[in-house]
């Protein structure tokens, strides 16, 4: 990994030292659904994280720390083969640091250990920069759903990562 301590990685580097990334938790969700009012413009409901932390197996729910600050979130579904990325977020204020490739490590590292053959995402045609991000590991636009976010009614790539398929950043 690049230098963030997981539950595996005990490596330092100066963009990401610190971070933390673990399960989410009951006493994370205040914090993540604050988050998420802040930078989304159809944010889900506290109640939607509640759901996913209790979910259980077909749910993959992270947060990035760095010490007691919240850095960044992920939310995943797993059905049989195929895995679907809800949500990734990262604080404004600590972006650019990788924290979201690392939490799409974590995801891609849980796919790939579920043996997935493919995971889904949509994700808003102008989000420049989570668009490479994605591409960089390994996913690409498969189709476009029009007019797919409610607030502004933005067209939406959707991507896919197949597992057959190399990636960059993972």
């Known amino acids: 990994m690049s230098g963030v301590r997981t ?10 030292s610190g971070l933390i990334v673990r399960p989410m938790r009951i006493e994370d969700v205040d914090e993540v659904a604050l988050m998420e009012r ?7 409901p506290r109640q939607a994280f509640v759901d996913e932390v209790k979910e259980g197996p077909g749910s993959l729910s992270l947060v990035g720390r760095l010490g007691r ?3 960044g979130y992920l939310v995943a579904w797993f059905v049989l083969d195929e895995a679907h990325l809800g949500n990734l977020a990262v604080n404004p204020e600590l972006r650019r640091r990788q924290i979201a490739g690392e ?3 974590r995801l891609i ?10 995971v889904t995402l949509e994700v808003r ?8 991000l994605y591409r960089n590991f390994g996913f690409r636009a498969i189709s476009m759903r029009r007019a797919y976010y409610i607030d502004n009614r933005e067209d939406a790539f ?9 990636a960059d950043g993972a």
């Open 109 to 118: 590292g849980e796919a790939d250990a579920r043996m997935v053959t493919r």
């Open 7 to 16: 539950q595996n990685s005990e490596k330092s580097d100066p963009e990401t």
């Open 103 to 105: 939490l799409m490590k």
């Open 125 to 132: 045609v102008s989000n420049v920069a989570a668009i490479r």
């Open 38 to 44: 802040l930078i989304f413009p159809s944010p889900w």
């Open 69 to 71: 600050l919240l850095a």
């Open 158 to 166: 959707v991507m896919l990562r197949d597992r057959t398929m190399p």
